[in-house]
């Protein structure tokens, strides 16, 4: 059966002319154009006599990156390449992806969005801003494809590790929405990236002249949740079955908007349910290089915001499908975050943080700060952790001397900071691996080089949520679903880690290389469809057949012919 995501001659019934056609980043081929399309089209003249292949004009763009001389300017020369022949840019990608894929994403990105004003060049995606929130409709009839996919939207508000953006914000579902091209095959044509801009309370954009967002302080309370509201009903209306990825919400915003909408729309948030799926699939496969079991674990998690209790829920899911109930399973997590540890005796947490708080019983006697506080090292120095998790955003948190008290206990230590930009990373993955001399078992947020230790070359797993949620966007257009559960979640991160590399060598990365991840995305977005069959929330296939409709669905960049090939 073909599916939405096949291209074939007849897509083409009124293909522009001469500059209309070069102008057009999804159609355009530039040097590629063969003699017949530049005649059909009016194109002759308009480009150099030779016609290349598209692995000659590969050779010619990477020259153009070499050229480059910062990280900032690379992404600028990929973002104007995507905007001018798309084709040609994800096959750039697609031949460099390990090189690449940090420019257009993290960490890159970040220092694009906090610079989004000043590199602006050509309008990607829909600013959907507070005083038009009466026209929204409106606004997403004026996208530039009628047929989306997937929708990535974020507020702007906590961008990675550097916070309130405002509207440039919006390089996050550009560079996101890239990624579901690249890796889960989702065709760029029907990606739309959106920005809700509820202005901004980061004065350094305000005060900046070039500054292109709306010039107002953050829309807060009831106010901002009638604006979501009202988004998400145009797009109910407007979209209709495209999957709504939310991104980049903060803290009080992104768990209530995910629980009121996950049953009304294909939906997930990313920054909860997609980090804790890779983090999942990482501690999965560490686990098994351990040689025990995720119900023996004892979890320590630096942080308790979104990212942190998506991680934990994430965790608790699979430790009760090992077979330990609700109550047990809560048992093996240590929560600490700024106020420290959770537990029941403090008034100040939050429903979801509740769930981890530890019984103040339990925690009777341990050390104290003076003003009352049971801190990370305190909790590390009176447990057995086996697992220790950062999303805390606060550099260097995991100390040498908490590192190797950690390791004095443990054989095989697994050990995650996960927070990024990698300013602030909670370690570094080489000190990691020299504080438990080279026991340790690491992953992070932000990319970090192999390290070298004891004759080695350890390489350091990156725990990107790039594992997950383009496999996330096949899977659900292959399949037809129309919910993202969080056993569908589970079903993922359990395929990435029946993938880990280090389940064949001890030595060797937790998460698979860059180079195998359109592969893995296949697999994953295989058991998602499996699963949300078995959850009745998509239509009914043979395995096989799924898996056929996953790779047609899997969206290769390469030229599509313009004319009719000759007889």
Known sequence: MATRQQTAQSDFPDVPRGMDLINRQ???????????????????????????????????????????????????????????????????????????????????????????????????????????????????????????????????????????????????????????????????????????????????????????????????????????????????????????????????????????????????????????????????????????????????????????????DGLRAAIVSDGLSEQEARSHFWFVDKGGLLHSGRKDLSTEQSVYAQAEGRVSGWPRTANGQIGLSDVIGKIEATVLIGLSTAFGAFSEPIVREIARKVERPIIFPLSNPTSKSEAKAEDLIRWTDGRALVATGSPFAPVSYGGRTIPIAQCNNVFIFPAMGLAVVASGARRVTNAMMLAAARTLGANSPALKDSSASLLPRLTDIRRVAAEIALAVGIQAQKEGLAPKTTEEELHQRVMAAQWTPAYPSLVPAKL
Not at 277 to 298: E, P, Y
Request: glycine residues 10%; charged residues 25%.
């Open 26 to 312: 999804g159609l355009n081929k530039g040097t590629a154009f063969t003699e017949d399309e530049r005649k059909q089209f009016g194109l002759e003249g308009l480009l150099p006599p030779h016609v290349e292949s598209l692995e000659e004009q590969v050779v010619r763009a990477y020259e153009a990156y070499n050229r480059k001389d910062d990280d900032l300017e690379r992404h600028i020369y990929l973002r104007a390449l995507q905007d001018t022949n798309e084709v040609l840019f994800y096959r750039l990608l697609l031949d460099h992806i390990e090189e690449m894929t940090p420019m257009v994403y993290t960490p890159v990105v970040g220092l694009a969005c906090q610079q989004f004003s000043h590199i602006y060049r050509r309008p990607r995606g829909l600013f959907i801003s507070y005083p038009l929130r009466d026209s929204i409709p409106a606004l997403l009839r004026n996208r530039p494809n009628r047929e989306v996919d997937v929708i990535v939207v974020t507020d702007g508000e906590r961008i990675l590790g550097i916070g309130d953006q405002g509207a440039g914000g919006l390089g996050i579902p550009i560079g996101k929405l890239s990624l579901y091209s690249l890796i889960g095959g989702i065709r760029p044509e029907r990606t739309l990236p959106i920005v809700l801009d509820v202005g901004t309370n980061n004065q350094e954009r305000l005060n900046d002249p070039e500054y292109l967002g709306w010039r107002h302080e953050r829309i807060t309370g009831q106010e901002y949740f009638d604006f979501v509201d009202q988004f998400v009903q145009a797009v109910k209306q407007e979209l209709p079955g495209t999957c709504l990825q939310w991104e980049d919400f903060a803290t009080p915003h992104a768990r209530p908007i995910l629980q009121r909408y996950h049953d009304e729309l294909l939906t997930f948030n990313d920054d909860i349910q997609g980090t804790a799926s890779v983090a999942l699939g990482a501690i999965l496969g560490a686990v098994k290089v351990t040689g025990k079991n995720l119900k023996d674990q004892q979890i320590v998690m630096f942080g308790a915001g979104s990212a942190g209790i998506g991680v934990a």
